[in-house]
């Protein structure tokens, strides 16, 4: 069984249910066990490729804003569990076992466009600021982006940079909001 470890999945589920990704790919920044991904993959249409982006291994660093550097668990044991448990989405999803910096810096993913992201990675302000600024730039025409923990971090700084993208608020729920951007037609 595929697990999560946050909230509001329910949501994430509604704004993925038919969405057209219209052959472009799709994201998740912070892939843990796998529900995310999971449910993106049950629910999207039209998806290139699903990549989930993790380092696993433990890795220490700062988390939030407001907290040092710490140590969660991120085992290379959950992320075996999840390449097991994500086997039956073969051709569908690629798990790139590094760094959210180093998926941004590989030249394989720079030219590729995507309709959806989930942001659950690094939840400091610069972090998801940087992330979703770099996906802002590979967009499809319709996308949607989600960011979990939203409250954790300057949201409303990430949501104004949006908006020069064509970026606006679809919904919004305790800890998960859904930004889109429509491609307008002249």
């Not at 085992?75 to 180093?102: I, P, S």
């Not at 990430?158 to 951007?181: A, M, P, S, V």
Request: contains cysteine; aromatic residues 14%; hydrophobic residues 35%.
């Amino acid at each position: 069984m595929i697990k999560g470890d946050s909230t509001e999945y329910n949501l994430l589920e509604k704004w993925t249910k038919d969405f057209d990704c219209q052959g472009f790919m799709t994201a998740e920044i912070g892939v843990r066990e796998g529900l995310g991904s999971k449910i993106m993959l049950d629910n999207l249409k039209n998806i290139y490729l699903h990549v989930g982006i993790d380092p696993y291994g433990n890795l220490k660093y700062q988390h939030y804003d407001d907290t040092g550097s710490y140590t969660c668990d991120y085992t290379d044991t959950m992320r075996d569990k999840l390449l097991e448990d994500m086997a039956v989405y073969k051709g569908q999803f690629r798990l790139y076992n590094d760094t959210d910096t180093m998926f941004m810096n590989d030249h394989e993913f720079t030219e590729s466009k995507y309709a959806f992201v989930h942001f659950d990675g690094p939840h400091m302000t610069r972090d998801v600021l940087t992330e979703c600024i770099w996906f802002a730039n590979r967009t499809a025409p319709t996308t949607r982006f989600v960011f979990d923990d939203f409250p954790k971090y300057n949201m409303q700084l990430i949501r104004d940079c949006l908006q020069t993208f064509g970026f606006d608020i679809l919904d919004q729920g305790k800890n998960k909001i859904c930004l889109e951007k429509e491609r307008r037609v002249m």
